[in-house]
């Protein structure tokens, strides 16, 4: 074997990836590895999912229902191990977060660009969460471009119309940096395709899992916040745990759950 012939640790860069964790604490406070290791991985998940969304909307582009429909359910794969990581920083308490908190100063997951970008993607776009990161950072960087590019619900729009279904026009040329809202006709297009198309159907369960899976992560997540800080702020700035609350029972998707009571 040469110097430069591929092997594990080269091909993933585990010199690099275990140097990447650098706690703030004296000591340092040995809880503290474990929310580094756990937000990066947080970060990689959140990079690998934006990979697969972006994927289901091409495929969707490209009439691939059935890769489409893999791809989501590989997303709620990960997203099902997103929540079950909660658990495992549940394992520190309140008195071990605290002994290396103020380290955090001003730090919070709320500026997670990445956790933003998904967000954009299914429909929640803000341009005050874009204007949070440097001008040219590779942050607002993505941020820009995705504030501009249709979400995956109009993906799944546009994948519809061309499968003939009657899918109002004002929903196929609606402005894409705007919140998806409910729209009765479609509901109506919506509840004819779920009696007369399985396959279409699934698709839309697909997305239905997608949506609650993610307000499954934000339940999870306050929860965690009040039993680890309280009613404390939070170290970005916010109530804490009061504004996650509000971030809650807002789904992706509302025609998907509005047609439920009529189907
Ligand atoms: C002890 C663990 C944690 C605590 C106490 C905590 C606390 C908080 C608080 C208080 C906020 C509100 C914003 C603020 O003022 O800071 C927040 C937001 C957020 N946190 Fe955490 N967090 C924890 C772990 C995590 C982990 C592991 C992730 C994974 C990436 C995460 C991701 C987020 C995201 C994405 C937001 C923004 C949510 C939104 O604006 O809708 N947090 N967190």
């Known amino acids: 074997m040469t110097d430069r012939s591929v092997t594990y640790g080269s091909y993933l860069a585990v010199d690099e990836?275990?140097?990447l964790q650098r706690p703030r604490s004296t000591g340092p406070e040995h809880d503290e590895m474990l929310f580094i290791v756990i937000h990066q991985v947080y970060e990689l998940w959140f990079k690998q999912v934006l990979h697969e969304v972006d994927h289901v909307v091409d495929l969707l582009g490209a009439r691939e229902p059935h890769r489409a429909q893999h791809t989501l359910k590989r997303i709620l794969t990960i997203l099902k191990v997103l929540v079950a990581q909660l658990d495992i920083l549940e394992t520190m308490t309140p008195l071990e977060f605290q002994s290396f908190r103020a380290r955090l100063e001003a730090a919070s997951g709320f500026q997670s660009d990445q956790f933003r970008q998904l967000e954009f993607v299914l429909g929640n776009k803000s341009k005050a969460a874009i204007e949070r990161f440097a001008a040219g950072s590779r942050a607002r960087t993505a941020l820009e471009r995705r504030f501009t590019r249709p979400t995956l619900w109009d993906a799944f729009?546009?994948?519809?119309?061309?499968?003939?279904?009657d899918v109002p026009h004002n929903a196929l040329t609606r402005d894409v940096t705007a919140r998806i809202e409910a729209s009765a006709e479609l509901q109506e297009t919506l509840i004819d395709l779920y009696n007369r198309d399985p396959k279409n159907a699934e698709m839309c369960e697909r997305l239905v899992d997608l949506d609650e899976g993610l307000q499954e992560?934000?339940?999870?997540?306050?929860k965690m916040v009040q039993r680890t800080i309280g009613a404390k702020a939070g170290t970005g700035g916010s109530s804490g745990a009061q504004y996650l609350a509000t971030t809650l029972m807002t789904p992706i998707f509302p025609d998907l759950w509005?047609?439920?009571?009529?189907l």
């Open 17 to 19: 990836l275990l140097a």
């Open 217 to 222: 992560w934000r339940y999870r997540h306050v």
């Open 258 to 262: 509005e047609i439920r009571s009529r």
């Open 157 to 165: 729009l546009q994948y519809l119309s061309r499968e003939g279904y």
